[in-house]
């Protein structure tokens, strides 16, 4: 830290509290920030750490609580709730985990947006252009400034975000959970950038789930959970261990996967080509075989072909050459319901687009898959206690916490939604199941979980394909991991030699899979 | 002042909430009233009595509310896919046709089937009207509001083409209208010396069916699931297309009673001014409705309700008789009110 001890906090938040109806989502939360400091801001989904931010940059308003921001004359000003112009003015900067980008506007007109008058004769882009080039040069945040943003890649997108805070002379910069969409390099360079903007006094909140990121980055670290602050020390004053228990409150223990012979192919894939087209991520002759009682793991960031990937085993894509087999047998072709009808589970990437009906019951989504059955008929009507008996025993099995059987699955958090995916899945015992991204902003108690289910049916013998962007996800789970690079398929590896710097650059295009690309 | 989703909304306030706003639309149309010279609780005593205060009055808003429980029906479940066919009216006119075609004795059938025969036809014309739209919608895209508005203006003629033409009645001195249907082909009385119908109990019969089938039925589950997201609903390997052809079928098949009811059971012929926009209606019917099988009866008899009343009461003290539109447009503006209300709860 750069700042004396007796200098005013920057931002400096008292007693937050806001409600959404019975839920107490921030209860009293006190926080301070520096100068030059980082702090991580730690805690499961549903902790609070997204609202607390979002009442900060005036989304929300508090039911209680005050923020204040020191201003350019060292004085403390309070920021006047619910304005978000307000608080951009005070100088708190965000970048949220979804970019707001203007994907068919210029880095350059995406930096200028909002700070510059909307009406005027001409606008002055020679002193903007100016700026952003020193601001580039300054913070090495390196971007073409006239380039498309929908033609750069996921990491310069999320530089022209920090660019546009930047740009607004940010004094606090907000990031939620900006390593979610990079690879271990990229993060990296992310964090060196930060480090670097930190030691030039800009005070940075760190919003995140993933341990190691914390302790390597962070000065100071804030844990959350359901609501309050329940810890904050110096990172480097505790470890791992403290502060996993802290957000949980209670010992997390990642399930291990135990070595277990693969049997018969349960999935191929032969030379495999999906088309690029409207929506469509290319694939090109790929090759892949899934045995029963292994996960093969797909690494890559997305964008590289892992959705159509997804789709040709989810039966919601036909592959435009080549050809899947399905345990030695041709792949059957209706679709989804043949699919499911063969012993196939398939776990959608999306859990909110695809996985779930919203605004339907949770008991209505459990039978979303299995309401066509012809024992859940009573003279022709859909036997509705039947279906609803059915979930509340999956309700309890998979511990779907969150509601009743009649509550409308939307209001499900993230981890409790995906059990409900895995209970309609995992219960007619597939023998071939798809996991897209199946643990994507989890917290890790969710995480867990989900993990525990898919060793669990790896270890009944059934194949899994699990396609995620968290290398250490497959590190855990992966029996062989594959690195999927623009649409090609690198060779599945036993884990045990593979080393996750090597993957890191083979999912940037560096290693062997690029050069079979070549 | 901000809004905020609501986790969950109490019953009580589903029930509350569309009553409370028939009565602020109510309220807000005491102000016109008065600009117009009523007196302002005399003039709504008026309507109360008009509409339900006697036997008759009753019967009246009854007979006016059998169509567009059908029609409501009609937008209800076609918008509860997200297909938005504002061809009812349209709809309803080609089963006016058909029920004149068969019901008329244009088509020989024994005297018994001819009941059931007419209801069928009109029921089938509206049905498989609606298959130009929808395959045009499913096949290219068509936008289906525009394909099934503009067939309105198609119908109209055709059955403008038709009146004058090989349906005419010879008897009707030149005036556009057809042979009058028979007597087996028509719809019973309900109550005797009123104009109310069986047409009431069909549409009735078809509201409970059309809830049962959502709420009950494969094609039910199918259809919430493609209508409240069909991204999942194709995932799970819901055949989209035909739950939308299906509902567009049923859809057009709702609107096509209506216009059976009419003919059959009200007017006795067909002219070309059988309906006062019914099919137009039904999309207010299923909006105040929020598109709930049971509720579109209670939201058609309550507009239904408000003309008939406002017609009486325009009688007694003058007022002109559209205040009966102003109200049913506040209502439904006031009932977006009461959407927000029951989703979201307002906060300072």
């Known amino acids: 830290m750069t700042t004396s001890r007796d200098e005013p906090p920057l931002l400096r938040l008292r007693g937050i509290t806001k409600r959404f109806g019975g839920l107490v989502a921030n209860d009293g939360i006190d926080l301070d920030l520096a100068r030059g400091e980082i702090l991580a801001l730690l805690g499961e989904n549903g902790a609070g750490k997204t609202t607390l931010m979002s009442i900060l940059f005036g989304h929300y308003v508090a039911d209680a609580g005050t923020i204040e921001v020191t201003g350019a004359d060292g004085a403390a000003h309070q920021l006047p709730p619910g304005s978000a112009r307000a608080a951009l003015a005070a100088g708190i900067g965000m970048v949220h985990q979804h970019f707001t980008l203007a994907m068919n506007h210029s880095v350059l007109d995406n930096v200028i947006l909002g700070t510059e008058p909307l009406w005027a004769w001409r606008q002055d882009l020679g002193a903007a252009r100016a700026r952003l080039a020193a601001l580039i040069e300054s913070t090495g945040l390196a971007v073409p400034m006239d380039a498309r943003v929908g033609s750069l890649s996921i990491g310069e997108q999320q530089r022209v975000e920090l660019l546009k805070a930047l740009y607004r002379s940010a004094k606090v910069l907000i990031l939620d959970e900006p390593t979610a969409v990079l690879t271990p390099q990229q993060s990296a360079l992310l964090f060196t950038t930060l480090r670097r903007l930190a030691q030039g006094g800009l005070g940075i909140v760190f919003i995140s789930h993933k341990l190691e990121e914390v302790m390597s980055l962070a000065h100071r670290v804030a844990v959350l959970r359901h609501g309050r602050k329940v810890l904050e020390v110096a990172a480097t004053g505790t470890d791992k261990a403290r502060l996993a228990h802290a957000m949980v409150d209670r010992p997390v223990e990642l399930p291990k996967a135990l070595p277990q012979p693969a049997g018969a192919p349960a999935l191929e894939l032969l030379g495999v080509g999906v088309a690029p087209a409207a929506g469509v991520e290319p694939l090109v002759d790929v090759d892949l075989t899934v045995h029963a009682g292994e996960i093969v793991g797909i690494a890559g960031v997305s964008g590289n072909g892992q959705r159509s990937l997804a789709g040709l085993v989810a039966g919601t894509l036909l592959p435009d050459r080549g050809s899947l087999r399905l345990a030695g047998a041709p792949w059957p072709t209706g679709g989804p319901k043949a699919l499911i009808a063969e012993g196939v589970g398939r776990i959608p990437e999306d859990r909110h687009r695809q996985g779930v009906v919203g605004d339907m019951t949770i008991w209505e989504n459990l039978a979303l898959e299995g309401y066509d059955a012809p024992d859940c008929r009573r003279f022709g009507l859909l036997d509705l206690a039947r279906f609803r008996r059915r979930a509340q025993a999956l309700r309890e099995r998979y511990d779907i916490r969150g509601g009743g059987s009649e509550t409308p699955a939307r209001l499900l958090s993230g981890g409790n939604m995906q059990k409900l995916i895995l209970a309609r899945v995992l219960e007619p015992g597939p023998r071939l199941i798809l996991a897209a991204q199946p643990t994507r902003g989890l917290d890790i108690g969710a995480l867990a979980e989900v993990h525990r289910h898919l060793l669990d049916a790896r270890a009944r013998g059934a194949a899994i394909l699990l396609i995620s962007e968290d290398l250490d996800e497959l590190m855990q789970l992966a029996d062989r991991v594959a690195v999927l690079y623009r649409g090609k398929l690198g060779p599945a590896r036993p884990r045990a030699g593979l080393e996750l710097a090597r993957l890191g650059l083979e999912m940037a295009g560096q290693g062997p899979a690029a050069a079979d690309a070549a | ?348």
């Open chain 2, 1 to 348: 002042m901000r809004l905020e989703p609501r986790a969950s909304t109490a019953p009580w306030l589903n029930v509350a909430a569309p009553l409370g706003a028939a009565l602020l639309a109510l309220l807000i149309c005491a102000l016109p009233l008065a600009l117009a010279g009523a007196d302002v609780p005399e003039a709504y005593r008026l309507m109360l009595a008009g509409s339900v205060g006697t036997r008759f009055a009753l019967t009246e808003t009854l007979t006016r509310a059998a169509p567009l429980i059908l029609t409501g029906l009609a937008a209800a479940i076609a918008f509860r896919a997200r297909l938005w066919n504002i061809g009812a009216e349209g709809q309803l006119y080609l089963g006016a046709l058909a029920a004149v075609a068969v019901g008329t004795g244009f088509v020989p059938v024994p005297g018994f089937l001819l009941l059931p025969l007419v209801v069928v036809a009109g029921a089938l014309a509206g049905a498989l009207w609606m298959l130009g739209p929808a395959w045009l919608r499913l096949r290219f895209g068509v936008d289906e509001v525009v394909t099934t508005l503009l067939s309105n203006f198609i119908v109209l003629l055709f059955v403008g083409m038709m009146l004058e033409g090989p349906l005419q009645d010879p008897m009707s001195l030149g005036w556009p209208q057809s042979a009058p249907i028979l007597d087996e082909a028509s719809l019973p009385k309900l109550v005797e010396r009123t104009r109310l119908h069986f047409g009431l109990v069909l549409a009735l019969a078809a509201a409970i069916l059309t809830w049962l089938g959502i709420q009950r039925t494969r094609f039910g589950f199918e259809l919430r699931a493609v209508g409240a997201n069909p991204d999942a609903a194709r995932f799970a390997g819901i055949a989209e297309r035909r739950v939308m052809l299906k509902v567009a079928l049923f859809s057009g098949a709702m609107a096509g009673l209506a216009g059976v009811g009419e003919v059959a059971g009200l007017k006795g012929y067909l002219t070309q001014d059988l309906s006062p926009g019914y099919g137009y209606a039904g999309i207010v019917v299923a909006t105040l409705a929020q598109l709930g099988p049971v509720s579109v009866v209670a939201s058609a008899i309550f507009i239904a309700g408000v003309f008939v009343g406002a017609d009486s009461m325009s009688r007694a003290i003058g007022v002109s008789s559209y205040i009966a539109n102003l109200i049913v447009a506040t209502a439904l503006l006031t009932m977006l009110l009461a959407g927000l209300v029951t989703r979201y709860r307002i906060r300072r």
